[in-house]
């Protein structure tokens, strides 16, 4: 089922990333999926959507990455910080969106 929902994530950002889709501007964008109740896949910050690959992809955690919301008088480059912290499997060129928190928030509804 995983690899299902990253294969159709991959399939849609190619798809919204093609200049004639009109989706996007410079092909830039964010996509995230839900995989279980505790992770999620988010689009690493620089990739193109057009050219999305399974290794442009990062795979956070919801209860880490919804915790830093919770916290006060963090600064932007606390949060940074943090949301690196709240990758599974990181890797070294691989940061997590800013856009995280967001895709966090709409995937919990």
Do not use: W, Y
């Amino acid at each position: 089922m995983e690899e299902k929902i990253i294969a159709d994530l991959i399939a849609m950002a190619s798809h919204l990333g093609r200049p004639e889709s009109d989706a996007v501007i410079l092909a830039e964008g964010n996509v995230s999926a839900k995989l279980d109740s505790k992770r999620f896949i988010v689009k690493a910050s620089g990739a193109f959507l057009k050219d999305l690959c399974r290794e442009d992809l990062v795979t956070v955690s919801f209860e880490k990455v919804l915790s830093i919301l919770q916290m006060k008088n963090v600064s932007q480059v606390e949060s940074q910080s943090l949301l690196q912290k709240s990758v599974l499997f990181p890797k070294p060129d691989n940061h997590p969106s800013s856009e995280t928190f967001f895709h966090a928030i709409l995937l919990n509804i």
